[in-house]
């Protein structure tokens, strides 16, 4: 009768062996009780690099508790052949790799890796300006955002979105690259969405507007979505959801991050919304007044004062002001 034959242990492939090596090395590294930040840190990317990674340090560390009170222990574990940018320290301390010394400071490595790479708590983002402030603030990604007078930006950034929403006035985003991460902007009637560039929201009362600066953004209303590149604008009203894209002149589009404004064909209305951003008084158009009127203008925001007074002598409104306002309506 045959005897059953012995089973014989499967052979381990190369790169089997290879990381076994780097997984002992790894708990020598930690038992000798000499860690640093910077090993840490490598650590982490080790372990978060593959499941079998946290296997093979888990059996390296079964190993060790097994054999721990060996004789020249460190030698027997650290495979020469195979480790060779992964020495460990043999200055260790032997009390700590017994009595369950060594379990402690294992469990303690994993934690390190394991909050190493937990995503990122959320953020939460509030930006505001005041009345006649122009203000840049840098995100955490990188991303910089240069706001208006009397604007306010919000928004939460997680591990895996870039979400921002335009409350008031105007922003200019020039938003860091991350295709892993898009990022929208609301204004509440359209939604902007870029992977990374640098492109100008103005919301008014009953309009938004979009110009991009550089790169490509695709802006979204309802079911229509428009792509612009750098150099194309598109206004978005309750009336027409999305405009046609068209050209637009960057240098006075966006010259108001200079302090200075700029318009081109534009209605009273738009003009008066945007002084009101940096007036030190309210500027309102009374009822029966111009607002259609369309004005070619350039004018550093300190001077709105004498540009009201020339409006006033050159067309057919009356400006009158107060401390606690300035009025605009239909000339006589």
Not at 81 to 89: A, M
Not at 181 to 201: E, K, Y
Request: aromatic share 6%; proline share 5%.
């Amino acid at each position: 009768m045959k005897r059953p034959a012995t089973p014989v242990p499967p052979v381990k492939s190369e790169s089997a062996k290879a990381l076994d090596a780097e997984a002992r090395a790894w708990v020598l590294y930690f038992a000798s009780g000499e860690n640093t930040p910077e090993k840490e840190r490598a650590f982490a990317v080790w372990l978060a690099a593959s499941p079998d990674h946290g296997a093979a340090f888990e059996r390296a560390g079964q190993l060790w508790d097994a054999i721990a009170d060996v004789d020249d222990v460190e030698n027997i574990l650290t495979d020469h052949n195979n480790i060779k940018t992964l020495q460990p320290r043999r200055t260790m301390s032997r009390r700590l790799l017994l009595g369950g010394g060594l379990a402690a400071g294992l469990a303690c490595a994993v934690g390190i890796g394991l909050m190493s790479f937990q995503p990122a708590p959320p953020e939460d983002i509030l930006l505001a300006t005041a009345r006649g402030e122009i203000r840049t603030f840098t995100l955490s990604d990188g991303s910089k955002l240069t706001l208006g007078g009397a604007s306010h930006v919000r928004g939460k950034f997680t591990a895996r979105t870039r979400a921002l929403q335009l409350v008031d006035g105007n922003a200019y985003f020039d938003i860091a690259r991350d295709e892993s991460r898009p990022l929208t902007v609301d204004t509440g009637s359209v939604q902007v969405r870029v992977l990374g560039t640098r492109f100008d929201i103005k919301k008014r009362t009953g309009q938004v507007s979009v110009s991009v600066d550089s790169g490509h953004v695709r802006v979204m209303a309802d079911a229509a979505a428009r792509d612009l590149h750098a150099g194309d604008r598109i206004v978005s009203t309750a009336a027409l959801r999305l405009g046609p894209v068209e050209p637009f002149d960057t240098e006075k589009e966006l010259s108001w991050r200079s302090g200075r404004l700029s318009f081109v064909d534009a209605p009273l209305r738009d003009i008066v919304a945007d002084m009101n951003q940096y007036s030190d008084r309210p500027v309102r158009l009374a009822p029966g007044a111009p607002a259609d009127l369309r004005l070619t203008l350039s004018f550093s925001i300190q001077q709105i004062g004498q540009v009201l007074a020339g409006l006033d002598t050159a067309y057919p409104i009356d400006v009158r002001e107060d401390d606690t306002e300035i009025v605009i309506s239909e000339g006589l």
